[in-house]
């Protein structure tokens, strides 16, 4: 249902109550007659235990449904654990006592906020965080993008239209509701991933090979919300967000996805392309293994950041912008991107490979690739060096995470992307990378021998995801849930160099020779054919070279106010 427009003649009508509170207690619904229901209203703002506000100014009624008006449940809450969520087709309000908590011995009170900006329902709660820099955009299908009016609907996740902001060169350049933003005056672009649950179809307990069982490949049922399961509510199951751990999760239960505990939002937002090099005038200039800030570009059309280790990848992002807790992607926030993708508010198929030679961000291939990175590419129909099998941005909606120019590109091919994501030694420490030549720059233990003590030091924990030690590369029942690694089992090896999973993608576990996640692609990744894709992963020094494709890394920005 989406927001409805403001009525002619006024806003609102002053009703004593023209709203209804459910009050669910655990999993059920205590349903009042009205009579009880105009009752407990009354009493509740009269003891104050209920406060309304309007715009942010207090108010001693309800907007009524043809207001215009929406419930942000951003901001609306209550104390002792109380949580609050809006139907808008009832009109209700619905508190949940499944987590009430009383130790003080104190009454519960609400508060409820009314908002003229848009939110759609279908989010519970889940809208976008903006926090400045960031400026709300819409893009148009030819690449023209406009600063966004708030009240207007600006972004549809029902008919996949992600929700899209920009970071401005020049930040002093104001720009009114409407307005085209020039592509020059744009530093980088971002894409709102809100808050999720999803159902478990496979636990992901795989430690050997086997027949790949294609039916496993299907639409990922998710459910937006502010909320994190718990396993007091049935079919659902708490988050377990350990490498190997499974819970009481069960095939079939609801789980939160982890990428949004870790780092307490109600979603992030994550940069539409691979990080890119400012300033850079060929695919040589690019590659940069330094820890520079200024250097951060993220837009369609320029060459892919690569050539650097994992420690500056991530420094890079972190201070990039530290007022929106900005950070590199770890692996359970790519696993949370592609699961999004494979749902109904996503494609739910393979997404196109960029495929182009010089890693330019936001190119589509023309054709499917038809086998993976062994063969010719005449025979495989993977890349072509002159650029002339592929289509770039704004013209390579096949490439996008929504099927259309509101997703996310580069999620197959161009670069190979780091992700911050590492496993831990003997000892349970956070693994440096295999040798003194191939680290990522971190302090710590080499599994081919040696220690690194002259690097960075690992940031808070919240910052990477953290895998159990293992010595080979079948060793996927070390997953986490939610990281698009074990659950896309079983896994198989049908010709040379390959383990495939969904969509032939390669799937090389995390182990002591290689303890780093990269994803999207392997090797060469431009040219990997059907090995590269969203559900692509393979193990990694976390040094800047390994081989000729050199890895990138994507950046992360998670804004919770």
Not at 12 to 17: A, E, P
Not at 54 to 63: F, R, V
Request: proline residues 4%.
């Amino acid at each position: 249902m989406k927001k409805q427009k403001k009525l002619g003649g006024g806003y609102f009508r002053k009703l004593r109550y023209p709203i209804i509170l459910i009050f669910v207690v655990g999993a059920s619904f205590l349903m009042l007659p009205n009579s009880q229901k105009e009752t407990i209203l009354k009493d509740e703002v009269q003891e104050n235990m209920l406060a309304i506000y309007l715009e942010d100014e207090q108010i001693n009624y309800i907007p009524d449904r043809e207001s215009g008006y929406t419930l942000d449940l951003t901001k609306s809450s209550c104390n002792n654990g109380v949580t609050i969520s809006f139907d808008y087709n009832t009109w209700s309000v619905k508190t949940n006592y499944s987590n009430y908590t009383n130790p003080d011995n104190t009454r519960v009170k609400c508060s409820l906020y009314f908002t003229d900006k848009y939110i759609e329902p279908i989010l519970n709660g889940t809208d976008p965080v903006l926090e400045e820099p960031l400026i709300p955009v819409t893009i148009e299908d030819d690449g023209t993008v406009k600063k966004v009016d708030l009240a207007s609907e600006w972004y549809d996740y029902e008919t996949k239209k992600w929700a899209n902001a920009v970071i401005l060169e020049d930040e002093s350049k104001n720009y009114a509701s409407g307005e085209a933003i020039p592509e020059e005056n744009i530093e980088s672009y971002f894409v709102w991933i809100p808050k999720y649950r999803y159902q478990l179809w496979d636990l992901g307990l795989y430690d050997s090979l086997t027949a790949i069982d294609t039916n496993k490949v299907h639409e990922i049922p998710v459910i937006f919300g502010n909320y994190n399961t718990s396993d007091s509510v049935s079919g659902e199951c708490t988050t377990p967000m350990e490498s190997g751990a499974t819970g009481n999760c069960q095939v079939g239960d609801y789980m939160t996805h982890p990428a949004f505990l870790s780092i307490p939002s109600t979603g992030f937002w994550v940069g539409k392309f691979e990080t890119g090099y400012k300033g850079a005038t060929s695919t040589s200039e690019a590659r940069q293994n330094v820890n520079d800030a200024n250097k951060v570009i993220i837009k369609p059309n320029v060459y892919s950041w690569r050539d650097i280790q994992v420690a500056n990848a991530f420094y890079t992002s972190y201070n990039y912008q530290r007022e929106l807790d900005s950070h590199m992607m770890k692996n359970t926030e790519w696993g949370a991107v592609a699961y999004l993708q494979h749902s109904i508010y996503g494609t739910a198929t393979n997404i196109r490979i960029n495929n182009n030679s010089d890693y330019v961000t936001g190119y589509q291939a023309n054709n499917e690739p038809t086998c993976g990175s062994t063969g010719t590419n005449e025979e495989c129909n993977r890349y072509c060096n002159d650029n002339t099998c592929n289509t770039a941005y704004p013209n390579s909606n096949l490439a996008s995470t929504t099927g259309n120019i509101a997703g996310i590109f580069d999620m197959s091919g161009s670069a190979w992307e780091y992700t911050m994501a590492v496993m831990v030694d003997q000892n349970n420490q956070p693994m440096s990378g295999t040798n003194s030549l191939s680290n990522s720059g971190f302090n710590g233990s080499c599994g081919l021998g040696g220690t690194l003590t002259t690097g960075y030091e690992w940031p808070e924990n919240k910052y990477y995801d953290l895998y159990i030690y293992g010595t080979n590369t079948y060793r996927y029942q070390n997953r986490i849930l939610g990281d698009a690694t074990g659950e896309m089992g079983p896994f198989q090896l049908p010709e040379a160099r390959q383990l495939m999973s969904w969509y032939n993608n390669e799937a090389w576990f995390v182990r002591e020779s290689g303890p780093f996640f990269a994803r999207g692609a392997v090797e060469i990744g431009y040219s990997s054919g059907t090995s590269a894709g969203q559900f692509a992963f393979t193990f990694a020094t976390g040094n800047l070279y390994e081989g000729v494709n050199d890895g990138s890394f994507r950046i992360i920005l998670t804004p919770t106010t």
